[in-house]
């Protein structure tokens, strides 16, 4: 199990029957400060090279607009299980997502689970047996509303044990990136303790929010050697991602992607 750099995306490699993968900002068609690789209709691109963008990363595995899923994200923890009736949602204008979600799962072959992120932790969840996987976004809020524990219950629940599961932690804010005030880390530190962050002055902590995950998904049930960390942050590598922290929200957004194929 590793996460591995290919071309102009990032794979995460867990089952060969489940494909999961992340965008870079590379080998897109937007312009700057979007360039290249945008996949966000929400940050003043040409919609036309955001669909074309969109199709690019999804061809990468044979799948074309209509195949995907996408959410409304609003940084809480509402999971969804997907089916193939729900495909094509939320893939270009005029197809409405599937509202105020941060996280999909499906067990169903066929359809991709698409969600977006500009820093924000991607979760895999990837059942080591083949039968199920999903995606989470995972920022601090999600995070502190334990989004991660919700999404290995609610595969529980379909009889797919923790210690069946394998996560990916996909590129996201490191902590030497990512300051926070006194109300994240109260949050923070309700679920996943102290140890997550390390202060910097009186009001400021920096925050390792890959950690706080993995922490959560250990107390979930998830065996640690499982859990497996793309060793990118999104703040460090401009030249590779896009960073709402570091440019500010005119900048563009990548895409987090999984699904399971017949074989």
Not at 39 to 65: I, W
Not at 97 to 114: A, K
Not at 177 to 206: F, K, L, N
Request: hydrophobic share 35%; glycine share 12%.
């Amino acid at each position: 199990m590793k996460f591995r750099l290919e071309h102009s995306r990032v794979v995460f490699d867990a089952h060969p029957r489940i494909r999961a993968w992340f965008s870079t900002r590379r080998g897109g068609v937007s312009r700057p400060p979007l360039d290249t690789l945008n996949l966000s209709y929400g940050v003043h691109d040409d919609p036309e090279a955001v669909t074309e963008n969109r199709r690019r990363m999804l061809a990468f595995e044979g799948h074309g607009l209509n195949d995907v899923v996408m959410p409304h994200q609003v940084h809480h923890n509402h999971i969804e299980w997907v089916t193939r009736d729900w495909r094509g949602r939320g893939s270009v204008p005029g197809t409405p997502p599937i509202p105020e979600t941060d996280g999909f799962l499906t067990e169903e072959t066929g359809v991709v689970l698409g969600m977006g992120f500009a820093d924000c932790v991607p979760l895999f969840l990837i059942d080591l047996k083949g039968r199920a996987a999903g995606i989470l976004h995972a920022g601090w809020r999600g995070t502190a509303a334990e989004i991660q524990r919700l999404g290995v219950e609610h595969l529980a629940e379909r009889g797919i044990s923790p210690r069946d599961l394998a996560v990916g932690i996909g590129p996201s804010i490191g902590p030497c990136c990512y300051e926070v005030d006194r109300p994240v880390y109260d949050a923070i530190s309700r679920v996943a303790g102290d140890e997550t962050m390390t202060q910097t002055d009186e009001t400021h902590w920096q925050l390792d929010l890959k950690r706080a995950n993995r922490i959560l998904l250990e107390r979930a049930g998830v065996p640690p050697g499982q859990i497996i960390e793309a060793p990118y942050c999104t703040g460090c590598r401009p030249d590779l991602f896009f960073s709402y922290r570091i440019e500010g929200k005119h900048t563009g957004r990548m895409g987090g992607y999984v699904c399971l194929n017949e074989n």
